[in-house]
């Protein structure tokens, strides 16, 4: 059996979870088997889990699971994919899932694959390396199989399956080492990491103060705000946006890059997104070799120009 | 305060990555090794911790000789020692058990290691060693203090960002924002040449991964430019051709 392990927020479950479902559900069907997901928590919704894939859920509550730690949270993923008899863990790369997955995989004596992007078969996986420079096909032996896919790597479909609900409740109280404190989310902004859209902007921005405009066209986007390394590395913007080789990896559908050269540590971190759009006054500027779309011209007359016109079909 | 901090040794970021015999290989030909950037940010934390509150850093590296020269770089930057484990890691789980026997029967109040490699990217070994060792652990972190017998770090979260307290001894995995990276000054890389580097044979050769092949990315297809007196455009084909806003 595939297990699936699924995440939610203020009760409504992730869209990368969603992912790893239809990942775990394609993978249920080419190996000739079924999908559970699990659910941790009181507060997640589990009706909907059958339309993403789920033949059954398990929602698993207890002690020990009142907050996210990496040992609880692994114990309750071993403990319900042991008893049932998987074959797969299916988790997604979020940062839960990075906490999870190595720990689980110990549990479970199994073989672990990170950074997956595409199923193969029931027994390979195919996963980014050299951060996103290159893709390698990897061959996993083993009963237990764990596996973190990506991030919008995986189409959702919908499915029509029962999801029926079985609770567990269970303590893993003594799995739990650690203690949340304090939880900061960055409120009204998109996180990057689950945007479908992704706005920007590098040194060629001259200083912070110039940024209101790439701002603004994220928000009538509806796009997240990124940044280049030395951007960040002067603080003209938060190290969370700083993506790269060395910041954070992103895949959205569409990255627009002002003002950035597009050196090869900065596409590391970009270079998977599906639609690239380059703005830049130098058209020897590598970015554009990289670009599906580009426009050669001063990001100070560009932008703007792009604002007025996303403005416009919002308001139509 | 003994920290242990693990050391990977990963091709320079500015590497063409390409493959040999087959794609089944990396090419390193001209390759220029350093110290995983993260890793080097676990290094430098371990050693901010060390010098406020005494103690010692041993850098631990699953690798063939050829790593020698990045362990010494990371000798230089300031640990105290180096251990070896004298094979090639063929994934996280292999790198992590033999991480686990060469250091049986020492302790270490920390373990730090970088969030990921860059070169497989796993970002496994620090979740599979806590597990092993039955350590506490806290991934992907921006800062930490230790007092007490604790240890205070925030991670990184999906859409912000947590504070998490833990009883030592404790895993944590480097995110960039922990501190500046320290570079190893001339008495420092001389010290370096001094410095203990032991090597030790792994005790298993075990794993459950194989890494059949490789390939690189598809080419893109020529970028479509647009006039910049015309750039409008650009939203519209986004809208029409792609779909996407
Ligand atoms: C170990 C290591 C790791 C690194 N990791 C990363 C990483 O993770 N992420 C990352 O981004 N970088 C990383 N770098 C840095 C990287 O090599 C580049 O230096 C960096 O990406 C350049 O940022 P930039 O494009 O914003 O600035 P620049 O290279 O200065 O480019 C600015 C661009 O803006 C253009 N420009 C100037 N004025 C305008 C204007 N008015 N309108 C439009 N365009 C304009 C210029 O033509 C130029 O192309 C790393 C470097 C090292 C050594």
């Not at chain 1, 902007?201 to 701002?215: D, H, S, T, V």
């Not at chain 1, 002067?234 to 890059?257: C, F």
């Not at chain 2, 991480?99 to 970088?114: E, F, M, V």
């Not at chain 2, 890494?211 to 970028?223: H, N, Q, R, T």
Request: hydrophobic residues 40%; glycine residues 8%.
């Amino acid at each position: 059996m595939v297990f699936v392990l699924v995440e939610s927020e203020e009760g409504k479950i992730k869209k990368y979870s969603q992912e790893a479902l239809t990942y775990g559900a394609d993978l249920a069907a080419a190996t000739g088997s079924s999908c559970a997901a699990i659910a941790i928590g009181e507060d997640t919704d589990t009706s909907d889990l059958g339309n993403y894939g789920a033949d059954k859920v398990y929602h698993v509550t207890g002690s020990g699971l009142e907050a996210f730690s990496p040992g609880g949270y692994a114990t309750a993923v071993a403990d319900v994919v042991s008893n049932n008899g998987g074959n797969y863990v299916i988790v997604s790369g979020s940062y839960t899932g990075k906490s999870v997955a190595p720990k689980a995989a110990v549990k479970l004596n199994a073989a672990l694959a990170t950074g997956v992007v595409a199923m193969t078969d029931g027994n390979s996986i195919r996963k980014t390396c050299f951060s996103n420079k290159a893709f390698s096909k990897v061959s996993m032996s083993g009963d237990v199989k764990v596996i973190t896919v990506v991030p919008n790597s995986y189409e959702i479909k919908s499915y029509d399956k029962a999801g029926s609900v079985e609770s567990v409740s269970t303590d893993v109280g003594s799995s739990v080492k650690t203690k949340s404190i304090s939880i900061d989310k960055v409120k009204g902004k998109i996180p990057l990491t689950e945007a479908e859209l992704v706005v920007s902007a590098g040194r060629g921005l001259k200083g912070p103060e110039n940024w209101g405009m790439i701002e603004e066209l994220a928000d009538v986007l509806g796009a997240a705000t990124a940044c280049s390394k030395p951007v960040s590395d002067m603080d003209w913007r938060p190290h969370s946006e700083h993506v790269g080789q060395t910041g954070i990896t992103i895949k959205p559908n569409l990255y627009i890059a002002v003002g950035i050269s597009g050196a090869i540590q900065h596409l590391a971190g970009v270079s998977s997104s599906k639609v690239i759009c380059v703005i830049n006054t130098d058209p020897e500027a590598p970015f554009f070799k990289a670009a599906d779309y580009g426009i050669v011209g001063d990001a100070f007359e560009i932008v703007p120009k792009l604002l007025a016109r996303a403005k416009e079909l919002k308001a139509s | 305060m003994n920290i242990l901090v693990g050391i990977s040794a990963v091709p320079d970021t500015t590497t063409k990555i390409s493959f040999v015999e087959n794609n089944t290989k990396f090419n390193t030909e001209g390759v220029q090794f350093i110290i995983n950037p993260y890793d080097e940010l676990a290094l430098t934390k371990a050693l901010e911790i060390t010098e406020a509150q005494g103690g010692e850093v041993t850098i631990i590296t699953v690798g063939d000789a050829s790593v020698e020269p990045v362990m010494r770089k990371a000798l230089a930057i300031g640990a105290q020692k180096a251990i070896r484990v004298n094979t090639v890691a063929k994934d996280g789980m292999h790198a992590a058990q033999c991480i686990k026997d060469a250091i049986a029967g020492q302790s270490y109040d920390l373990i730090l290691t970088g969030r990921e490699s860059i070169d497989y990217n796993g970002g496994q070994v620090a979740g599979i060693l806590s597990e092993m060792l039955d350590m506490s652990l806290i991934n992907v972190v921006t800062s930490i203090e230790v007092n007490d017998g604790k240890v205070t770090a925030v991670r990184d979260i999906d859409g912000g960002r947590e504070t998490v307290e833990a009883s030592l001894p404790c895993v944590l995995s480097a995110q960039k924002e922990l501190c500046e990276p320290r570079i190893p000054n001339m008495r420092g890389i001389m010290q370096a040449r001094m410095k203990p580097l032991e090597v030790v044979e792994p005790s298993v050769d075990y794993s459950a991964t194989n890494y059949d092949s490789y390939e690189l990315p598809a080419e893109k297809g020529s970028v479509k430019l647009i006039e910049a007196n015309n750039a409008e455009e650009l939203i519209d084909l986004l809208r029409t051709e792609k779909k996407l806003i």
